[in-house]
């Protein structure tokens, strides 16, 4: 078997990272170039917070990065750009739930056409170009056939075996808003094109991804968000009750998956895992805004306004399936791995400046 990035080939072709400027993106990128891989970060550069982690990513690494500044929707500068990469890590998108409402059509554009846009690059490119794409736990929808009780801070499931284990990639798939639709559209389209054209292509299934190089909003990143505000002793808005559960997963873990399944796309291909903290690093977001209270010393001023559409009372990943495939284990702890955001975000961040020019933004 050719190892995806081991081959002749791959010593002079990069690995295209498609959104490398975002926050799992310049992480990603920044341990390939850390092993002495060439990679082609392509990016849009349109999220706020991402030229920072382009500069972070030149300044740190002078040799063997190509930045280009292009949009999946651009099917043509898709075409070009990767037809000589080695691989490809596909993770630019429309990430939140609350604008794929306000746009829906926007949002489908990018998830679902910008992701079928890649794929016909690479299948086009006359080479054999992995593909590892970055999808969702919401392809599983809101889990409203589920039972839950309430138990002091959060949400447990009645059913014993997703509450000891997780949900698993046997779980049927129901695509719930806009969001849940285009990216359940790209991730089957993801797998269909394995089937269908030979593609050597596998999906990861995330949850709740945080870590340094993360800038989170009210809409997307929660973690960094609830930190950021905490540290500028702003309010934190919750919408619900706040027991609800999420597997969080630290960035560094999360890259250690990413390539680990690069590695073995070949034997791999056509599978989607589930990619998330799992049973040990499930935690409510009163666990979590209990944490930030202790860290920064301080009482967390909280509102709470109305559930959003299709938001999940509760998702934890059964994670056996990434872990018997690929050896994988999350290492880092979700209290630690907390404390490691806070610190960079004091380190590198102005918090209170932040807001401000994220509220002169909307």
């Excluded at 604008?99 to 949002?107: F, K, Q, R, Y």
């Excluded at 800038?215 to 027991?243: C, H, K, M, P, Y």
Aim: hydrophobic share 45%; proline share 5%; charged share 25%.
């Amino acid at each position: 078997m050719t190892h995806p990035l081991a081959s002749d080939r791959a010593s002079a072709a990069p690995v295209a990272v498609i959104g490398g400027c975002g926050f799992i993106g310049s992480n990603i990128a920044d341990r390939l170039l850390s092993i002495g891989r060439p990679v082609l970060v392509i990016d849009n550069l349109s999220r706020p917070g991402v030229e920072e982690n382009l500069a972070w990513l030149a300044e740190r690494h002078t040799r063997r990065l190509a930045v280009e500044r292009a949009d999946v929707r651009d099917a043509a500068a898709m075409r070009t750009l990767l037809s000589g990469a080695r691989a490809v890590i596909h993770l630019a998108a429309q990430t939140a739930v609350t604008t794929s409402l306000v746009d829906p059509v926007d949002d489908f554009d990018v998830n679902a056409r910008g992701t079928l846009n890649v794929l016909e690059a690479v299948r086009l490119s006359g080479h054999r170009i992995p593909v590892v794409f970055a999808s969702t736990n919401k392809v599983y929808g809101s889990l409203e056939d589920l039972a839950f009780a309430e138990r002091d801070d959060r949400f447990e499931p009645a059913d014993a075996a997703i509450a000891a284990r997780g949900i698993d990639e046997t779980r049927p798939l129901q695509f719930r808003t806009p969001y849940g639709c285009s990216k359940g559209v790209a991730d089957q389209y993801v797998l269909d094109y394995v089937a269908s054209y030979g593609i050597p292509a596998a999906v990861l299934r995330m949850s709740c991804i945080y870590g340094p190089r993360q800038f989170g909003t009210e809409d997307q990143g929660w973690v960094a968000n609830f930190l950021l505000r905490a540290l500028s002793g702003d309010t934190i808005t919750i919408f619900g009750s706040g027991r609800q559960v999420r597997d969080v997963l630290h960035v560094r873990d999360a890259v250690s998956a990413y390539l680990g399944l690069l590695d073995r796309i070949e034997t791999l291909k056509g599978q989607a895992f589930n990619l998330g903290g799992g049973p040990a690093n499930a935690v409510s977001l009163r666990a979590v805004l209990d944490e930030i209270a202790t860290i920064t010393a301080r009482p967390v001023p909280v509102r709470h306004a109305a559930e959003r559409p299709g938001d999940q009372p509760y998702f934890v990943a059964d994670t056996g399936r990434i872990e018997a495939a690929l050896g994988w284990r999350a290492t880092i702890g979700w209290r630690n791995g907390i404390r490691d955001l806070a610190a960079w975000l004091i380190r590198h961040r102005n918090p209170a400046a932040r807001l401000t020019r994220e509220k002169a933004e909307v």
